[in-house]
């Protein structure tokens, strides 16, 4: 199922693309040197278009185009394990949980609701919205699928289950973070400054400023000595040191030793790294497989990588242009596009002078750059906007719901 987009949302991701496109490019302008958030996962695409409103309320399409939920919610997340959090109200706003058919399963009666994870979902009660409309203050806890309590709201901080355990944090300026079981049993106590989730067995967490790994007992794996570490994907995690990015097993041994003025996670068996201000990729030995030419960080999805080439300056100008590499380095695409988004799907969206189409991965255009707006694929269909029209596409390009405003 997808979700309906209107005409006040579209404005909202319209702004945020263009401010995604603007933070690139600023990093793109910038020294290359920052290294990345400490112990944070990537930022995963969602598996729906994001939510939007339709005469100021959510709702559902499928594939064709029928409405199987019919707009009545302010606010409208992602499905997660079968269940989907809604709001309604504005401020307060109250949370509860519909399944795929609509229905409301769990009444709107919590500040804040997550998503499912490994059959739970962290809950908040209490707190006051923010002026940047943020939950402040309240108690998280944890309800099953059937909305019943099974661990107490009593924790500052909660996040979802990851391989058993959740991190929770009490206290505010200093908090301190530890791990419960789903009994909310605490099974590693709080201790720790910052602590992440658990991927392959370890768990990032801050110990008077360094960072380390713990296993799911607490006990220290990996002794805290790193300035960023971030989760482990593909048997290797990312860290930092002295301002250098490597990369560590579980045993903590550097196996790719600090050097890169950035690093990204391994994800297809390569990452990418940057050298001396470009971008390229090393494999799991840390030998350079596709040399540093790039100008931004970048990832294979779908066994291609959207890349960024800056030309020569005109007029006192950078320009960049986007294209598509293989593994190899080699590429499919050449940089011709004002802006690529990763391949989802078979399709991707790519910008030329300012309007928006999707090609596939032979880099033949599908559907022709005419949108203002475009979405990734996600279901077999794609939010667009037209001059202030909104609807959704199939991959032929033919709309199935819309143009509206």
Same mark, same amino acid.
């Given at each position: ?65 029928? @409405?199987?939920?019919?707009?009545? +919610?302010?606010?409208?997340?992602? +499905?997660? =394990? ?16 519909? #399944? ?34 943020? %939950? ?24 979802? +289950?990851?391989?058993? %355990? ?87 041994? %550097? ?51 959207? @890349? ?11 320009? @960049? ?23 989802? =799907? ?5 910008? @030329? ?5 999707? %090609? ?33 596409? #199939? ?11």
């Amino acid at each position: 199922m997808t979700r309906f987009r209107g005409c006040r949302q579209r404005k909202h991701d319209i702004m945020k693309q263009t401010l995604i496109f603007a933070l690139a490019l600023l990093a793109l302008l910038s020294c290359g040197q920052q290294t990345d958030t400490p112990a944070t996962k990537s930022e995963q695409k969602p598996a729906v278009p994001p939510p939007a409103k339709v005469g100021g309320e959510y709702g559902r399409i499928d594939k064709t185009g029928t @409405v199987v939920i019919k707009p009545q +919610f302010d606010d409208d997340r992602e +499905f997660s =394990e079968g269940l989907a959090a809604v709001g309604i109200g504005y401020y307060p706003r109250k949370y509860g949980y519909i #399944d795929k058919a609509g229905k409301v399963v769990i009444d709107p009666q919590f500040d804040y609701a997550g998503d499912f994870s490994e059959g739970l979902a962290a809950v908040t009660v209490g707190g006051e919205i923010g002026m940047w409309g943020e %939950l402040a203050g309240g108690k998280s806890g944890f309800i099953d699928s059937n909305g019943k309590e099974v661990i107490h709201p009593e924790f500052d901080e909660a996040r979802g +289950f990851s391989e058993g %355990l959740a991190a929770v944090g009490i206290g505010y300026y200093p908090r301190k973070y530890g791990y419960i079981d789903k009994a909310g049993k605490v099974v590693i106590n709080r201790q720790f400054d910052y602590a992440s989730d658990f991927s392959e067995g370890l768990a990032a967490v801050n110990i008077g400023g360094k960072l380390g790994y713990i296993d799911k007992t607490g006990k220290l794996v990996i002794t805290p000595q790193f300035d960023q570490a971030r989760d482990f994907s593909e048997g290797l995690a990312q860290v930092s040191v002295g301002g250098k990015s490597g990369y560590v097993d579980k045993t903590g041994k %550097l196996v790719i030793a600090p050097q890169f003025d950035r690093a990204q996670d391994f994800s297809e068996g390569l990452a990418a790294v940057n050298v001396g201000g470009k971008f390229g990729c090393i494999d799991k030995t840390g030998k350079l497989v596709i040399k540093p030419q790039f100008a931004l960080p970048f990832s294979f999805s779908e066994g291609l990588a959207a @890349v960024v080439v800056r030309d020569p300056p005109t007029g006192g100008r950078a320009r @960049v242009k986007w294209g598509y590499i293989d593994k190899t380095g080699e590429y499919v695409v050449k940089p011709q596009f004002d802006y690529a988004s990763d391949f989802s =799907e078979g399709l991707a969206y790519v910008s @030329v002078d300012i309007k928006k189409g999707y %090609l596939d991965k032979t880099g033949k255009v599908i559907i022709k750059p005419q949108f203002d707006y475009a979405s990734d694929f996600s279901e077999g269909l794609a939010h667009v906007s037209v001059g202030g029209k909104s609807g959704y596409i #199939d991959k032929t390009g033919k709309y199935v719901l819309g143009p509206s405003k």
